[in-house]
């Protein structure tokens, strides 16, 4: 099984890789705004190239992607890492931090699914046997379900992108296999296991996975703390990007006065 393509950047100062993580739709595209800043700070940082139901050879189980995604770490030479992920991607890096603890020094976690009903795609009942059209109707519906801005929080590219997913046949087989991943994975096992600092970030309008099973879980897991976004969805990097990535700065910097201070 091949890994993950990563987009890495060594930096010019010490301390943990930024590696992020793609969700299940989106890929690098996701975190511009966050790669981009951390590039800036000199912090070294990585992230995925693929959306995750592009690889549907791995989709179909959340260890099987947390592996593909080691692979790829491994073979950038990045044994210690911040991992942030978001949707489907949040799962993977929580796995990864159950699998390799003594590699994930921290999480930032967006969207995590697997606390509530089946995250809300708004598509459910239209990829029977893994064949899907992407109409528009289809495509607004599921625009209004990941963004509460809607279409207008994406651009064309963006949205290209998106759709590209859904009309070709690895695309297709890819979300179907990683919505049954998602059903299936035990998160609330990976929260038992996970010791290190997790930091969720969550939109204040999430329709796909809503945000109060993740506030009881920072009132009671003393190494999870929450932070809500105004005007923002599932994906507060994309709709919100400066106050995300703002709270991710800061984040990093507790770290490192944690840890020792990354140096230049």
Sequence with gaps: MNGFTLEHLPGTRTGPTIVLMSGMFAGDWMWDDQFRAFAEDGRPVARVVEAIAMRPEVSGTIPKVRAALEKACA???????????????AAVAMDLAVGVPERVRALVLTGTPGLSPD?????????????????????????????????????????????????????????????KAMRRY????????????????WGAHDLTTPVESWAEVAETHSNHRLVVIEDSGHVPMVESPQRYTEIMRDFAAEFDLAHGPAAS
């Design 186 to 201: 035990d998160m609330r096992a990976a929260l038992r296991q996970v010791r290190c600092p997790v930091l969720n970030l």
């Design 75 to 89: 073979a950038a030479g990045i044994d210690d890492m911040i991992v942030c992920g978001a949707s489907m991607g």
């Design 119 to 179: 995250p809300n795609l708004g598509i459910k009942n239209d990829h029977p046997q893994g064949r899907t059209m992407f109409t528009a109707d289809y495509g607004e519906r599921l625009v209004s379900s990941l963004f509460h801005g809607g279409r207008a929080a994406l651009t064309d590219e963006q949205y290209e992108k998106t759709k590209q997913i859904f009309e070709c046949r690895e695309g297709i087989l890819g979300v179907s296999r990683g919505i």
